[in-house]
């Protein structure tokens, strides 16, 4: 596999951490029957012990009343959570690529994407509620009115950014539209500490993603090791995508990729600085 190597101009600095096991008993309660929910296929149920959605939104600070905004949602794994918690009260947006402006494989994944969450949100009022979709232009990334948003969550893409080069614009657009003392969420492939950035694999360096948001003016607030694996080595043939839920490589060696799981994954909070 080839890569590209980039260098990370900032060192991983001493992170404040906070405790994977601080999930409020508010959002727990708010939480559980939708975690449970039927519209949730057995599927992707199968995957909160990957993916930890509770212990995870707890520590971004979701609630309900918020005005959260979710960054290319893909198929709407978290949108089945996040839309039903914040049904009556708060707003939920998923924010996806508008697919006119690209071309070949690119626009025909993410017409196919745009295609199946609005089928999705339309297929079930009863629990999406006026969950909105809104499209924007990779090229110039926005994702709605200025200081419009309690939070922006973004799951498993600063990768694809990386590698397409825009993710300094994305980070811009988050700043712009939270609020002061809004909060940026970010969980991604995290790379062995001291690698270098490498395209193509899936993993990042979280001092990269601290780098991209303190240049963007964000303060990061704390660090979870929620979703970490250690059983992950990251030293797969065909990058992350090695590993469930996409197992790139077939059946070759598919149990020994199942025993180990999806990837270790770092979890950042970041705060949009009070004016």
Not at 213 to 241: C, I, M, R, Y
Request: glycine letters at 8%; hydrophobic letters at 40%.
């Amino acid at each position: 596999m080839t890569v590209a190597l980039l260098t990370v101009t900032m060192a991983l600095p001493a992170l404040p951490v906070q405790a994977a096991d601080t999930t409020s008993s508010t959002l727990t309660q708010s939480l559980s029957p939708i975690l449970a929910g039927n519209w949730r296929s057995e599927k992707n149920r199968a995957r909160d012990v990957y993916r930890h959605p509770a212990e995870t939104l707890a520590f971004f600070g979701v609630q309900p009343g918020q005005h959260l905004i979710e960054i290319t949602p893909g198929g709407g794994w978290y949108t089945e959570i996040l839309a039903p918690l914040l049904k009556t009260s708060g707003s939920y947006t998923a924010a996806i690529v508008s697919p006119e402006r690209l071309e070949g494989q690119n626009r025909e994944y993410y017409e196919k994407a745009r295609s199946g969450l609005a089928a999705k949100l339309a297929g079930d009022s009863e629990h999406y509620g006026k969950a909105r979709v809104v499209e924007f232009d990779v090229a110039k990334p926005s994702f709605g009115a200025a200081g419009s948003a309690d939070v922006v969550l973004s799951f498993r893409n600063v990768h694809n950014w990386v590698d397409a080069g825009n993710e300094k614009a994305y980070f811009k657009a988050f700043f712009e539209v939270l609020k002061p003392g809004g909060v940026l969420g970010i969980v991604d492939h995290r790379a062995i500490s001291g690698t270098p950035l490498e395209k193509s694999t899936g993993y990042l360096p979280d001092s990269y993603v601290i780098q991209l948001a303190n240049e963007a003016g964000f303060q990061l607030a704390a660090t979870s090791e929620v979703n970490a694996n250690p059983k992950d080595t990251k030293n797969h043939p065909k990058g992350v995508w090695t590993l469930p839920p996409t197992l790139a490589m077939g059946d070759q060696d598919k149990d020994k990729y199942l025993a180990i799981g999806e990837s270790d994954r770092f979890t950042l909070r970041f705060v949009k600085p009070a004016r």
